[in-house]
């Protein structure tokens, strides 16, 4: 059975960090590419970043560059997002989701997106 069980959210302070954690079972994650998205209260789930199957390629949408990094561990079957410099609009719901072509793995389009992850809330707030 295909499952993804993200980790690592919680209660942060504005200017803070956080790491969420995607665990896989039930697949090899070397045969997909992960993206991270996020859905806010009464707003459409966005793209936050994606990367490849083999660590080569990664995008980010604009209001994370520079503050947020994708990476994975293949052979701990899991991928990771760092957050640093949280602000309060970063406040969501997180969600991981595997595809098996990074072409697919669309920042601005989710439905593309196989498998995905129940979510972990993010809270950004002083």
């Known amino acids: 059975q295909l499952q993804l069980v993200e980790s690592g959210g919680g209660l942060v302070q504005p200017g803070g960090s956080l790491r969420l954690s995607c665990a896989v079972s039930?697949?090899?994650?070397?045969?997909?590419?992960i993206g991270w998205f996020r859905q806010a209260p009464g707003k459409e789930r966005e793209g936050v970043s994606c990367i490849s199957r083999s660590s080569g390629s990664t995008k980010y949408t604009d209001s994370v560059k520079g503050r947020f990094s994708i990476s994975r561990d293949n052979a701990k079957n899991t991928a990771y997002l760092q957050m640093n410099s949280l602000k309060p609009e970063d406040t969501a719901v997180y969600y991981c989701a595997a595809v098996g072509d990074f072409y697919h793995c669309s920042l601005t389009n989710y439905h593309g997106m196989d498998y995905w992850g129940k979510g972990t809330l993010v809270n950004v707030s002083s």
């Open positions: 039930g697949f090899t994650l070397d045969l997909y590419a």
